[in-house]
């Protein structure tokens, strides 16, 4: 009798140990499975941000159409009409510290002295084309 209360016993324990490692396993490959999407889908991330932002971002083609609109006005020609010591020719823009991605888009965004801000017309993206297209200009001296 109590050989066959044991023998019952054991065969119950036996039962819920196979049974809770039935419960595991599935949750184990689940959670294997959702760590393998996170990091796919981490990756995929990862891959659009540095896709997305480039050492120089800007696009000189998209940011000469931002200036002819915004700033030709003042700076046709890569001319100052409004403090004609400070042009967009290259000299210029070394001698006063602007000749760089980073100092245009600055400047473009807060504005300076007599120059307008634009940071609440413009896009962050079209400040960053508008200051590469006039690096480029000058770069190759405003020529046509
Ligand atoms: C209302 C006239 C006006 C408009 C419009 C204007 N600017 Fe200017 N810009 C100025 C003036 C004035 C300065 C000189 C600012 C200072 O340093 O006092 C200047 C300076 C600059 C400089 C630095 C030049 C140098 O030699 O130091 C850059 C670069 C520049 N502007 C780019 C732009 C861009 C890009 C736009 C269009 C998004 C623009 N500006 C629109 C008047 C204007």
């Not at 006063?96 to 965004?109: C, H, N, R």
């Amino acid at each position: 009798m109590t050989t066959c209360l044991l023998t019952l016993l054991s065969g119950s324990r036996e039962n819920t140990k196979r049974q809770s490692s039935r419960v595991i396993n599935p949750l184990s490959i689940m959670l294997k499975k959702a760590f393998v999407r996170l990091m796919t889908i981490v990756t995929v991330f990862a891959a659009m941000i540095s896709f997305a932002t480039p050492a120089h971002a800007g696009d000189a083609v998209a940011g000469k159409t931002v200036f002819s609109a915004n700033c030709a006005a003042c700076h046709a020609g890569g001319r100052n009409a409004v403090n004609p010591a400070k042009t967009l020719q290259k000299a210029d823009l070394d001698k006063y510290g602007m000749y760089s991605e980073a100092a245009i888009v600055t400047q473009v965004t807060g504005g300076k002295g007599a120059m307008p801000a634009f940071g609440s017309k413009l896009t962050a993206e079209q400040i960053a084309n508008v200051a590469s297209y006039v690096l480029s200009k000058a770069d190759d001296g405003w020529a046509k």
